[in-house]
Nanobody
Framework: VQLVESGGGLVQAGGSLRLSCAASGSIRRINAMGWYRQPPGKQRELVAVITGGSNTNYADSVKGRFTIFGNNAKNTVNLQMNSLKPEDTAVYYC??????????????WGQGSQVTVSS
């Protein structure tokens, strides 16, 4: 399973960005897709996750500002980030919990996308 991310970049505080991720390969079923981030010098943390195409969960720090949405048929997930703050600066990683055709279930990661929010 391969995850390819797009989006990210540099934005001023208060601005918006959208991250997109597409999964491909021998996918039988996507169980969940989500976004994690790793701020400079810190551990990777969950940002948002979507399961069943519509059930969402967010980190408290992004609730009300970020929205995760996906397309089950296309195996894609997006993260709309509004009202960005400097503390949102991080490398963002797409994640997929997927079952492949041989029945194996695994955790897969994108290449990472830099998001930088200037004050």
């Amino acid at each position: 399973v391969q995850l390819v991310e797009s989006g990210g970049g540099l934005v001023q505080a208060g601005g918006s960005l959208r991250l997109s991720c597409a999964a491909s390969g021998s996918i039988r079923r996507i169980n969940a897709m989500g976004w994690y981030r790793q701020p400079p010098g810190k551990q990777r943390e969950l940002v948002a996750v979507i399961t069943g195409g519509s059930n969402t969960n967010y980190a408290d720090s992004v609730k009300g500002r970020f929205t995760i949405f996906g397309n089950n048929a296309k195996n894609t997930v997006n993260l709309q980030m509004n009202s960005l703050k400097p503390e949102d600066t991080a490398v963002y990683y797409c994640n997929a919990d997927a079952t492949v055709y041989d029945g194996t279930r695994g955790d897969y990661w994108g290449q990472g996308s830099q998001v930088t929010v200037s004050s």
